[in-house]
């Protein structure tokens, strides 16, 4: 390629700055895990999985059997939820805190673990009354909000699956991953806030499952937060502030397989349908423990 056809680079940065020797000497990632990886990775990663914590230890690493699905720690039961709260309550971490939230309208609220494990374990009551078990599939579209926290932490305890939806897209878009899923119960709000005021979020609902578009769908949880007033359908909108009030704190988290699904992430639908990922609950589990760990050097 000659000179004329080249793209010039004006911003070519060739500059490394080394971390301090103190940064270096408290980080928890060391160099040796790399050399761990290489020498042997499933190894390796069978031991990151072990940090979490198993109602039942697997001993199957990896099932590649079936490229280019992946089978990690199959034999092996946990739970999500469990792991993100349970257990660090009772290693007695339970007044760390968990969640920092702050709104636009600059509102603000903290959760300890304790008081997100509670949270989540009323949830999680609320669903199973609302009839949804394992396996069945929950969309959520909500702003960005403790209750979408909360409600994918409770969707996880059950065994369930959700799927968020962005709180922007349309009703078409709701409607065509609804269906997609065949998602079986809605969680949203009355709106967010976005730019100043107040966005409504559930009228996009409501027009999603209009005539029967979404036929699976029985009920929708709705999250007061902007207090706008809503179209109102008996029999299939409950409050949710309601529902969690009347929910038990207490709620026992079952042990489901490493290969449960976790979440299913649509694609944008730009080029065409939004085709579904689908995330399992163990590697999915493991590799995310492991990130928040030794890259984002999280300490307890």
Same mark, same amino acid.
């Given at each position: 390629?000659?000179?004329?056809?080249?793209?010039?680079?004006?911003?070519?940065?060739?500059?490394?700055?080394?971390?301090?020797?103190?940064?270096?000497?408290?980080?928890?990632?060391?160099?040796?895990?790399?050399?761990?990886?290489?020498?042997?990775?499933?190894?390796?990663?069978?031991?990151?999985?072990?940090?979490?914590?198993?109602?039942?230890?697997?001993?199957?690493?990896?099932?590649?059997?079936?490229?280019?699905?992946?089978?990690?720690?199959?034999?092996?039961? #946990?739970?999500?939820?469990?792991?993100?709260?349970?257990?660090?309550?009772?290693?007695?971490?339970?007044?760390?805190?968990? &969640?920092?939230?702050?709104?636009?309208?600059?509102?603000?609220?903290?959760?300890?673990?304790?008081?997100?494990?509670?949270?989540?374990?009323?949830?999680?009551?609320?669903?199973?009354?609302?009839?949804?078990?394992?396996?069945?599939?929950?969309?959520?579209?909500?702003?960005?909000?403790?209750?979408?926290?909360?409600?994918?932490?409770?969707?996880?305890?059950?065994?369930?699956?959700?799927?968020?939806?962005?709180?922007?897209?349309?009703?078409?878009?709701?409607?065509?991953?609804?269906?997609?899923?065949?998602?079986?119960?809605?969680?949203?709000?009355?709106?967010?806030?976005?730019?100043?005021?107040?966005?409504?979020?559930?009228?996009?609902?409501?027009?999603?499952?209009?005539?029967?578009?979404?036929?699976?769908?029985?009920?929708? #949880?709705?999250?007061?937060?902007?207090?706008?007033?809503?179209?109102?359908?008996?029999?299939?909108? #409950?409050?949710?502030?309601?529902?969690?009030?009347?929910?038990?704190?207490?709620?026992?988290?079952?042990?489901?397989?490493?290969?449960?699904?976790?979440?299913?992430?649509?694609?944008?639908?730009?080029?065409?349908?939004?085709?579904?990922? &689908?995330?399992?609950?163990?590697?999915?589990?493991?590799?995310?423990?492991?990130?928040?760990?030794?890259?984002?050097?999280?300490?307890?």
């Amino acid at each position: 390629m000659s000179a004329e056809e080249t793209i010039a680079n004006l911003s070519t940065e060739t500059r490394s700055f080394a971390p301090s020797k103190n940064f270096v000497r408290d980080a928890i990632a060391k160099p040796e895990l790399y050399a761990q990886a290489s020498a042997d990775r499933l190894a390796f990663w069978a031991d990151q999985a072990r940090e979490l914590h198993w109602h039942k230890p697997f001993t199957k690493t990896l099932d590649w059997s079936d490229a280019p699905f992946a089978r990690w720690f199959e034999d092996g039961e #946990l739970n999500v939820a469990y792991n993100c709260l349970d257990r660090h309550v009772l290693e007695g971490r339970g007044d760390r805190i968990a &969640l920092y939230f702050e709104g636009e309208p600059g509102d603000q609220k903290t959760y300890t673990y304790a008081e997100l494990t509670t949270e989540v374990k009323k949830a999680a009551n609320v669903l199973t009354g609302l009839g949804i078990v394992a396996g069945e599939r929950v969309a959520i579209y909500l702003p960005m909000i403790p209750e979408a926290i909360i409600s994918m932490l409770a969707v996880a305890r059950i065994g369930a699956i959700h799927s968020v939806i962005f709180g922007g897209f349309s009703a078409e878009a709701l409607t065509t991953r609804i269906n997609d899923a065949h998602a079986n119960l809605v969680i949203t709000s009355d709106g967010g806030f976005r730019k100043g005021k107040a966005s409504a979020l559930k009228p996009a609902v409501d027009e999603a499952l209009a005539g029967g578009h979404a036929s699976s769908v029985e009920n929708v #949880l709705v999250v007061k937060r902007t207090g706008e007033s809503v179209n109102w359908v008996e029999g299939r909108d #409950l409050w949710w502030h309601e529902a969690m009030d009347a929910a038990s704190p207490e709620h026992e988290a079952q042990a489901f397989p490493a290969e449960q699904p976790l979440f299913i992430l649509y694609t944008s639908g730009t080029t065409g349908t939004p085709k579904g990922i &689908l995330h399992s609950s163990g590697g999915y589990l493991t590799q995310a423990a492991y990130t928040h760990k030794n890259v984002f050097d999280l300490h307890p």
